[in-house]
């Protein structure tokens, strides 16, 4: 069985033709992941810490640095830059918050994400709070809730340890 030019070419060809929308999509995404971490990056850097964990939403991302305890969050919304640290030697617990909206349907109600923040409460009792999601802005969830979620056991794993590094010494 003998292959000729012009099959060999409609087979690169459709190949190509596959697997090009995965590679631009990847490209794609890279791209806006770092257009996000570098500010963050910058912001970290600012603060003499460096990013050991992070992880990018649609239109922010959050970082880590374990070494100083402190949690950085930049996002860009509707035009704004929302840039933010906090130092975790001042809070006591992370939380998560998720405002619902009861909606009506001929099969019956059903919640509605319509908000979701973490919350940081400090030693002195103030709360400080980052937006992950708005139904307002972006009408759709894309993995908001499990990324918070994951970002406030992280934090409060940071805290723990703290508290047993403080007690120890």
């Known amino acids: ?22 590679i631009l999509d990847y490209r794609s995404r890279k791209k806006k992941e770092n257009k996000l971490l570098e500010p963050l990056k910058k912001i970290a850097q600012q603060q003499n810490c460096q990013i050991n964990e992070y992880e990018v939403g649609r239109n922010f991302v959050i970082g880590i640095d374990n070494i100083e305890k402190s949690v950085f969050f930049y996002k860009e919304e509707q035009g ?14 992370c939380k998560v918050i998720t405002s619902h909206k009861t ?9 509605v994400v ?8 400090s030693n002195t009792k103030t709360e400080q709070t980052w937006e992950f999601y708005n139904a307002d802005v972006l009408p759709q969830l894309n993995g908001e809730v499990q990324l918070t979620e994951k970002w406030s056991k992280l934090i409060n794993k940071q805290l723990n340890n703290s508290l047993v590094t403080e007690h120890d010494v």
């Not at 069985?1 to 995965?22: H, W, Y």
């Not at 704004?80 to 617990?93: E, H, N, P, R, Y």
């Open 80 to 93: 704004k830059v929302i840039s933010q640290v906090i130092d975790l030697d001042i809070i006591q617990t």
């Open 114 to 121: 319509i908000k979701l923040e973490l919350s940081f409460i």
């Open 1 to 22: 069985m003998e292959l000729d030019f012009g099959t060999i070419a409609i087979g690169v060809f459709s190949l190509l033709a596959c697997i090009l929308p995965f």
């Open 103 to 111: 909606m009506s349907h001929a099969k019956g109600n059903y919640k």
